[in-house]
């Protein structure tokens, strides 16, 4: 069974500092892509983060130099330090990966419950 748990959400006053974690666990083979997606009230889930197997990044341009994306591979955890923090960053924050998972034929998505990020004064 693979799981993806976020942690790290709260509320922030604009301009803060936030990291968002998520842990992978279970029995996983390899993992392609991970990364993090939110969605706001009445809006469509939407990419913020990715980074694939080889290390490459893809940033939502509302967050490039802002937002940064690492990963620590032997615990299979992702990061996502958020800085300079805007109301409109107000979202669920949503951990995902593309994963293979023991067993499988095909690598599949795989989501996290969600974390909930506010900025606000």
């Known amino acids: 069974q693979v799981q993806l748990v976020e942690s790290g959400g709260g509320l922030v006053q604009p301009g803060g500092s936030l990291r968002l974690t998520c842990a992978a666990s279970?029995?996983?083979?390899?993992?392609?892509?991970i990364g993090w997606y939110r969605q706001a009230p009445g809006k469509q889930r939407e990419l913020v983060a990715t980074?694939?197997?080889?290390?490459?990044?893809n940033y939502a341009s509302s967050v490039k130099g802002r937002f940064t994306i690492s990963r620590d591979h032997a615990k299979d955890t992702v990061y996502l330090q958020m800085n300079s923090l805007k109301p409109e960053d107000t979202a669920v924050y949503y951990c995902?990966?593309?994963?293979?998972?023991?067993?499988?034929?095909?690598?599949?998505?795989?989501w996290g419950q969600g974390t909930q990020v506010i900025v606000s004064s």
């Open positions: 995902n990966a593309e994963l293979l998972a023991l067993g499988a034929t095909y690598a599949r998505d795989y």
């Open positions: 279970g029995s996983i083979i390899k993992i392609n892509v």
């Open positions: 980074l694939n197997r080889g290390g490459g990044t």
